[in-house]
């Protein structure tokens, strides 16, 4: 017998090796396996079994690792498939498969000494006063960690061990599970009742879970069972989801939910801990994402694969998660670019769910009140079955937007007020009735430049084609991009100029933090950006400090802006709306509709109607005047006419081709001989677009310089076969790197 092993060393090939007859029962698809490689040894997964090898001289398999196999064969397609469209090794998307967690062979699950009451037999020994107080404890809890009984008692582990002596106690190791979520109180919660929108929505969801052998893949001209569930703010997608998933459990299948990172907050965990912590449907619910420990991550990823968790909750990796058997995959905020990796496999975690739920036969519903066009125009064409809720629920209203002009602002207050009147008053008024206020501006630090208005000098990053933002807080510059900072300069760093008069320009986070504090003294003001953030539970504990009432005034970058739902929040004002407007990206403006609209839909969640100020030097731009009207048809039927015109996506599939390296001559010049090579091989090709070859919008980056190919195809698989080929004969000179991006979801 012979085991086709992919090995955890990228070299985008595969090796045979026989199998020992003593490990035949142990090695199956998807196993562990140390093996020898040259003069070493390997780690690697078998990815087949075959009768017999075209290779002579095999050698054998050395070790089995674990007691069963940690991918499942479903999930091994999954990532072949991942492989040949993202153009990657398959090693690598093995890699994304398994957590590092789970792949560290001297990773396990951590032991800690428990004390556990023992059946006593004949006359009670006995004991001294210590000694009994002691049992006293062990009698009430029955079984304890030691730790915790020395803890409670005060006492040594030999004034235990004495009880252990006398036949009264047991001490042995026991599993103790590293939960991320031990010391939260889950207060079990019961299906709400659902208004007539989210019934009609929910019985086309259990219509097609009910269905019985789906089809592998969408029968032509029928939607698939694919759902996109397209729903205003508010308008309570997470009850379907909850209500759908529990069909599934009865059913006796699992699901997997998937979050954007920065929207994986207590509220949404404990929405979904709540509902199935009690019951018949009853069944521990797994977290995974990447602020988790290495040892919780472990913990959490074996409940799912021991089948004790039937429920993953996770940011885009956990689309892998071995749920067996699989029936429904939510992917909540399709639109998120965050689904999007960054790095090899430069996979998109809702595609993946897509494709996986067809080959395993599931469910999945998309869910968005501001879909990605690519969703909205696959559901308008048919692959998807749309399935839409206008409006939230009890009836409350969406806010009140409104829109301020900066530009009068400016000539007004002859300079760029941080604050408009208009939100000025607006925040004052919401602080005397005790309601609470969120502002959001997606730039941390204090200013974002540190410019000379005498020659128009702009302190730039040594590394980074961007300039320097400056934080107050540790009076430094700082590049968000490559970590370099340095201190701010007293003057011009320009030798000709070298004028006092340097000043910032622009606005963050810290410098809107330090106005409100001024303008607002009695309020109690809370920032929350990633500067904020630096330990795990300052995101939990921040956000309770909002839910409770102990912060008025919230204010942060994006990870505020979705997700959250606070009733007292009656105010949101976007400080400045046209930050994402202007980056060279065709999906500017949908990615300034999408924020707007999320972060819009904070407001009036409870019983007093939301209010909304869009603060803009843009005010008529059609991303933002949508925005204003909740009105997601219109802004998709005039962008969707941009994107056909210029043969876009989704009107077309996209692969970013980005060369890096150093020395910029030899960059341009190798990016000119692949456009080349590209030419020459799509020759024969005639739906593909191929582009110039051109610098990145960001040319240089941590110390690189960037190069850039754009194509765009109708026909993305066999295109990236092909790029595949191309990128493995390519031979690029020392210090130059080609990385693919297929289906990029950002151009700089």
Not at 356 to 366: F, H, M, N, S, T
Not at 643 to 652: G, K, M, N, V
Not at 702 to 725: D, N, P
Request: proline share 7%; aromatic share 6%; glycine share 6%.
């Amino acid at each position: 017998m012979v085991a086709r092993v992919t090995l955890e060393i990228a070299l985008g090939r595969e090796f045979d090796y026989t199998i020992p007859e003593e490990l035949l029962p142990r090695v199956e698809v998807g196993s562990r396996v140390r093996v020898p490689f040259g003069p070493r040894q390997a780690m690697g997964c078998v990815t087949a079994l075959l009768d017999h090898s075209p290779h002579a001289r095999l050698r054998p398999i050395l070790q089995v690792v674990g007691a069963q196999p940690l991918i499942t064969p479903k999930v091994l397609a999954l990532a072949r498939w991942v492989a040949e469209y993202y153009c990657c090794p398959a090693e690598i998307a093995l890699k994304s498969v398994l957590p590092e967690a789970v792949r560290r062979e001297e990773a396990g699950w951590r032991e800690r000494l428990c004390v556990r009451m023992t059946p006593v037999s004949g006359p009670f020994p006995k004991l001294t006063r210590r000694q009994n107080d002691v049992w006293q404890v062990i009698e009430e809890w029955r079984e304890l960690p030691l730790q915790e009984l020395l803890r409670l008692t005060g006492t040594t582990a030999e004034t235990v061990r004495r009880l252990e002596d006398k036949g009264l106690i047991a001490i042995a190791p026991r599993v103790a599970e590293r939960d991320p979520y031990a010391n939260e109180t889950i207060l079990p919660s019961s299906p709400l009742t659902l208004n007539p929108e989210q019934q009609r929505a929910l019985g086309e969801i259990l219509a097609a879970l009910e269905r019985p052998n789906p089809t592998p893949r969408p029968v032509p001209g029928e939607p698939a069972r694919v759902f996109l569930l397209h729903g205003v703010t508010g308008s309570g997608k997470t009850e379907v989801y909850l209500q759908a998933i529990a069909h599934t459990l009865g059913q006796g299948r699992g699901a997997i939910v998937l979050v954007p990172e920065i929207s994986l907050t207590p509220q949404t965990v404990e929405r979904f801990k709540s509902r199935f912590c009690h019951g018949p449907l009853q069944t521990l619910v797994a977290v995974l994402h990447s602020h988790l420990s290495s040892g919780e991550r472990h913990d959490e990823w074996h409940k799912i694969r021991q089948g004790r968790a039937r429920i993953a909750i996770g940011a885009r990796s956990a689309v892998f998660a071995p749920i067996e058997p699989l029936g429904l995959i939510i992917v909540d905020e399709e639109h998120e670019h965050s689904y999007k990796q960054e790095e090899t496999p430069r996979y998109h975690a809702r595609d993946v769910a897509v494709l996986r739920a067809q080959k395993e036969g599931a469910v999945v519903v998309l869910g968005s009140a501001t879909p990605s066009l690519e969703s909205y125009y696959n559901a308008r064409q048919g692959k998807y079955r749309l399935l839409e809720l206008p409006t939230r629920v009890d009836n409350q209203r969406l806010p009140i937007v409104r829109v301020v002009d900066l530009r009068h602002e400016v000539r007004r207050e002859r300079g760029s007020p941080i604050l408009s009147p208009l939100l000025r008053e607006a925040i004052l008024q919401r602080l005397e009735r005790r309601e609470q206020v969120i502002l959001f501006l997606n730039r941390r630090g204090y200013a974002n430049a540190l410019q000379c208005p005498r020659c128009g000098h702009v302190v730039g990053c040594p590394n980074c084609s961007v300039a320097l933002t400056y934080h107050r807080t540790n009076h430094r510059l700082c590049c968000h991009l490559c970590g370099h900072w340095e201190n701010p300069p007293n003057a011009c760093p320009q030798r000709e100029c070298r004028s006092p008069a340097i000043r910032y320009a622009g606005i963050g986070t810290q410098r809107v933090e330090e106005a409100l504090r001024r303008q607002f003294p009695q309020a109690r003001i809370q920032r929350m950006d990633s500067d904020i953030l630096q330990r795990k539970e300052d995101y939990r504990r921040i956000l309770g400090d909002f839910r409770t009432g102990r912060i008025d005034l919230l204010i942060g970058t994006q990870m505020i802006a979705k997700g959250l739902h606070f009733p007292n929040v009656t105010l949101v004002g976007i400080v400045l709306a046209d930050m994402s407007l202007h980056i060279p990206d065709f999906r500017a403006a949908e990615r300034t509709f999408q924020l707007l609209t999320q972060v819009a839909g904070r407001a009036g969640r409870g019983d007093i109607e939301g209010e909304v100020i869009v603060q803009s030097f843009t005010p008529f731009h059609s991303a933002i005047q949508y925005a204003r009207r909740h009105d997601f048809i219109s802004f998709y039927e005039q962008e969707i006419e941009f994107r056909r015109e210029l043969s876009y996506p989704p009107l077309a599939r996209a692969a970013l081709l980005t060369l890096r390296g150093r020395n910029e001559d030899k960059v341009r010049f190798t990016t000119d001989h692949l456009h080349g090579l590209l030419t020459e091989a799509f020759h024969d090709e005639t739906d593909y677009i191929l582009g110039k070859p051109a610098p990145a919008p960001l040319l240089r980056a941590e110390g690189f310089y960037r190069y850039q190919i754009l194509l765009r195809t109708r026909q993305m698989l066999r295109t990236s076969r092909r790029l595949a080929a191309i990128h493995h004969r390519l031979n690029l000179p020392e210090g130059v790197t080609l990385a693919i991006d297929v289906d990029p979801v950002n151009l700089a």
